[in-house]
């Protein structure tokens, strides 16, 4: 039984860092791909960007500027990294195991509010 | 860039019913790419669909998947209380490389 747990900060100030960790236990992040999804809330589901444990990455087009996902294989986590938060990043993270071309396995999230 | 729309925005039924629920992507794309998610409230979105087709592992038979090309379709066959969620279709773009999301359907008693 694979299980995904997001930790981190529940409030972040205007344009500082956002930074989460997800912890993995049941499956080995050497087997497949790990991703960070978002939702605003009451809004709809936004793919943030996933990481492969050779340490390589894709990025949402739209934050790429902003993000950096990395790896630690030896505690079975993986992390975000969004610097410069603004009020529209406001919203609950979810890490997710990729697999194929879907998200199989999720964290239950973690809300995060940037406010000053 | 891929858009993907869903619809309807809100669709009222009743236990037992028979649920039809849309995703329109803006041009072609591999049915292999797209997925179906069931969100409650509170809840993680969990995967239903895979593949356009494929049920993901522990899911009712009462759901199921269909289309091709632009047009795919999540039909829910008799509706049981715990169904009424939101559903998301998900879609791999390749260029850029991004995964999608429609913009979801609630499914109201």
């Known amino acids: 039984q694979v299980h995904l747990q997001e930790s981190g900060p529940g409030l972040v100030k205007p344009s500082e860092t956002l930074s989460l960790t997800c912890s993995v236990s049941?499956?080995?992040?050497?087997?497949?791909?790990w991703s960070w999804v978002r939702q605003p809330p009451g809004k709809g589901l936004e793919w943030i960007g996933y990481?492969?444990?050779?340490?390589?990455?894709s990025y949402n087009p739209s934050l790429k500027s902003r993000l950096t996902l990395s790896i630690d294989m030896s505690n079975n986590q993986f992390s975000l990294r969004l610097t410069s938060v603004t009020s529209a990043d406001t919203a609950r993270y979810y890490c997710?195991?990729?697999?194929?071309?879907?998200?199989?396995?999720w964290g239950q999230g973690i809300l995060v509010a940037v406010s000053s | 860039e891929i858009v993907l729309t869903q619809s309807p925005g809100t669709l009222s039924l009743s236990p037992g019913d028979r649920a039809t629920l849309s995703c329109r992507a803006s041009?072609?794309?591999?049915?292999?790419?797209l997925a179906w998610y069931q969100q409650r409230p509170g809840q993680a979105p969990r995967l239903l669909i895979y593949?356009?087709?494929n049920r993901a592992t522990g899911i009712p038979d009462r759901f199921s998947g269909s289309g091709s090309g632009t047009d795919f379709t999540l039909t829910i066959s008799r509706l049981e209380p715990e169904d009424f969620a939101v559903y998301y279709c998900?879609?791999?773009?390749?260029?850029?490389?991004?995964?999608?999301f429609g913009q979801g359907t609630k499914l109201d008693i």
């Open positions: 997710a195991r990729l697999v194929r071309y879907d998200f199989d396995q």
């Open positions: 049941g499956d080995s992040l050497r087997n497949d791909y």
């Open positions: 990481i492969y444990h050779s340490g390589t990455t």
């Open positions: 041009q072609t794309v591999s049915s292999s790419y």
């Open positions: 593949g356009a087709s």
């Open positions: 998900q879609q791999y773009d390749t260029s850029p490389p991004k995964y999608i």
